[in-house]
């Protein structure tokens, strides 16, 4: 089992940056990659980026060059720097980890991004 903590949203105003967190806990040698996604009110919860634990990173075409995912494995957190954000980037954001067999979910976050 893969615990997964969620942290860093809130509200900001289009243009501006955050950060979110997420700390894994529990069998986290069992986790080949971990990711963020986000679900806006009444759309289906898409990818937003991931990064294996090689270093490998994909993120999607919206965010692409204005978010950031990193990892910091000696304290087993995902980051995702989010820069010069835009109102369709409110949604609830969810951390993920994947593994043989598995996926974990965080309990998401909210950002909103104001105009």
């Known amino acids: 089992q893969v615990q997964l903590v969620e942290s860093g949203g809130g509200l900001v105003q289009g243009g501006g940056s955050l950060r979110l967190s997420c700390a894994a806990s529990?069998?986290?040698?069992?986790?080949?990659?971990m990711g963020w996604y986000r679900q806006a009110p009444g759309k289906p919860r898409g990818l937003v980026a991931t990064?294996?634990?090689?270093?490998?990173?994909n993120y999607a075409d919206s965010v692409r060059g204005r978010f950031t995912i990193s990892r910091d494995n000696a304290n087993n957190t995902v980051y995702l720097q989010m820069n010069s954000l835009k109102p369709e980037d409110t949604a609830v954001y969810y951390c993920?980890?994947?593994?043989?067999?598995?996926?974990?979910w965080g309990q998401g976050t909210q950002v909103t991004v104001s105009s």
């Open positions: 993920s980890a994947a593994g043989k067999g598995f996926r974990s």
């Open positions: 990064i294996t634990t090689g270093g490998s990173t």
């Open positions: 529990g069998s986290i040698f069992s986790i080949n990659a």
